[in-house]
């Protein structure tokens, strides 16, 4: 088998939650680029038929908000029924709140943990059954810098997206016998609509980020779409419970 070949996803469907912007499209269309048939999930209708109209014959956009944990299971059902049987899903639907941890309200943590972590642990149980079954199942996170290292006025964020990595250790042992693979991604700072969000008006932040990545600069979303390609393919088959940093060198830095 020619090298390329094993970066292929012909024949596999996936889902990735948050697909219709930023990371999760780019890691959308790297798999659609590679064959698979990706269904993309969002709140907002708008974006997702943006992006399924880059590659219609192979993304198809399905509204569903992740933190409606009780009807994951329904929506997990809905793609089997009109497209077929999950076995890639990405975990990668996420918010953002910038605030100093003493002021952040319970109800403020909630909806952050609800959305990067329970959001995505009900979606993940709700096709986990299936991936069980057929004994062949990739699962992916979108972790964080903020998984690796302290950095201020994220606490809800950080708390969420540290979390997760016990959540892929925990399943890559628990699974990886019965052929389901489990792995995250952590982007570096990646020149997106929530970092932008993040940085516009903190030049002094801007600054540092840049200063502290190796290679001086942002990375770009596909960065993290073909890392996404690596991990749900084939390449990728004796990779199990990691989490692969993508940031320029930002968590080996000084």
Not at 51 to 59: D, G, K
Not at 162 to 170: C, E, Q
Not at 212 to 218: E, S
Not at 219 to 231: H, N, R, S, T, V
């Amino acid at each position: 088998m020619e090298a390329l070949q094993h970066f292929r996803l012909d024949g596999e469907i996936a889902i990735v939650t948050g697909g219709g912007t930023g990371i999760g499209r780019a890691i959308a269309l790297a798999l659609a680029n590679a064959g698979a048939v990706v269904v993309i999930t969002g709140r907002r209708r708008e974006p997702l038929q943006k992006t399924a109209a880059e590659n219609p014959s192979h993304i198809i956009p399905m509204e569903f908000d992740v933190t409606d944990m009780e009807g994951a299971e329904d929506f997990a059902r809905a793609v089997e029924k009109e497209v077929g049987d999950a076995a890639i899903l990405v975990n990668n639907a996420g918010n953002h709140l910038k605030k100093p941890g003493g002021e952040v309200t319970v109800d403020e943590f909630r909806n952050v943990l609800d959305t990067h972590l329970l959001g995505a642990h009900a979606l993940t149980c709700a096709v986990l059954p299936g991936m069980r079954e057929r004994r062949h199942g990739v699962i992916l996170y979108t972790a964080s810098m903020a998984s690796l290292f302290g950095i201020p006025n994220v606490l809800a964020y950080s708390a969420a997206k540290t979390a997760m990595l016990g959540v892929v250790r925990t399943m890559a042992v628990e699974y990886g016998g019965e052929g389901i693979r489990v792995n995250a991604i952590a982007p570096g700072w990646i020149d997106s609509e929530m970092t932008r969000n993040a940085t516009q008006k903190d030049p002094e932040r801007m600054e540092r980020i840049i200063q502290r990545t190796p290679l001086g600069r942002f990375g770009d979303a596909e960065d993290i779409g073909l890392a996404a390609l690596y991990l749900a393919s084939p390449a990728g088959k004796f990779v199990n419970g990691v989490c692969l940093p993508v940031d320029g060198g930002v968590s080996i830095g000084f």
